[in-house]
DNA sequence: GTCTATACCACGATAGAC
DNA sequence: GTCTATCGTGGTATAGAC
């Protein structure tokens, strides 16, 4: 535990990928890892099941979230913290060369698995949802109000990751990222 | 073909529910055969292969659709028509006891599938930008508007169906849904 | 046209040598 | 701790009897 032998994490990270790109059920562990560079038989050394291998996925997106949410942080205003956050959305959904939509591809994927590692994977998005409720918060907006604005804002977020897959255009999907921010900065509040 | 002996419809409607539920990787054909009370081996005398079942479901989600479109279309103004695709996608996303995304998890198993299958299942957005965009223009709204808004309204449709899944939510949901209608009644444009 | 039996392969998971 | 060999299951797809 001190030293992790990093091939524990070569395979998370490899299972992230491909998980990604196609899907919990359409992963083998073989692909797995091979992709991470490990002999077959070796990922039960480190995972028992391969739902124990999700759940370190899932573990690894949220350190990705927490890191976006610091990152996102450094903005002066609530609604300077919010773009920036968008920015992060925006450049998730246009990473790589294959358009696809992680979160709720996970989601989905894992809620079908079994319920446990569906709720977990509902985490994520809860944990997105709670950084942005705080910072609608921090525009003097009421508790309820603050919650509706963090749901609109992570949905439409989502929402604009499908049209990435269907459009596969940076420009237009910019623009519609664009008519998100205008919609938080129209958001009234007091600053800081 | 002049009289389909319903047992190819019933296929594609057991495959329809279990893609949806179990996704596209997930589900066996032998699973898909005994929900359609069909013989296992008997899937193929009416389907070459699962990638054509595939087909059969989309084109099964298309007819859907269209229906869709029509019931909308009895709509006075296209305010009107755009609420009642809204109420349409609403109905949708909460119908049935498991909450899931039927398109976007469609659209992002086939895609991982094939090229081929994965622009099929493209369409199905494409199918519901278009229809939507006619309302939009019908506001005498520039081309290039129309379309974003087009975009815009099924992106945020989307995001809903996804964030369905983790709120589990009818009551919260349908507020959201409000708050579209509410940007679709906002809109500008002349009477039909 | 309908159904049974089965070929063949890939998967998750295990045992045990080193 | 690491890797190989392999078991058992369940998948897609086919052959061929009725």
Not at 90 to 108: A, E, T
């Amino acid at each position: 535990m001190v030293k992790p032998p990093d091939k524990k994490d070569r395979l998370v990270q490899a299972a992230k990928l491909l998980f990604y790109r196609r899907g919990f059920a359409g992963t083998s562990l073989a692909d797995v890892a091979e992709a991470a560079g490990v002999p077959a038989g070796n990922v039960y050394y480190y995972f028992k099941t391969k739902e124990q291998l999700a759940e370190a996925v899932v573990s690894s997106y949220h350190a990705n979230i927490q890191g976006w949410n610091q990152a996102a942080a450094a903005g002066d205003t609530p609604q300077q913290r919010l773009k920036l956050w968008l920015d992060g959305y925006y450049q998730m959904s246009v990473d790589g060369d294959d358009w696809n939509c992680p979160f709720g591809r996970l989601l989905i994927d894992l809620r079908q698995q079994s319920k446990r590692l569906g709720e977990l994977a509902a985490t994520l998005y809860e944990s997105m949802m709670e950084w942005t409720e705080g910072q609608f918060s921090r525009m003097s907006q009421p508790p309820e109000q603050a919650r509706a604005n963090a749901q609109t804002l992570v949905a439409r977020a989502q929402g604009l990751g499908v049209l990435a897959v269907v459009l596969q255009d940076r420009q237009e999907l910019r623009a519609h990222f664009q008519e998100i921010a205008d919609w938080v900065d129209s958001q009234k509040g007091s600053q800081r």
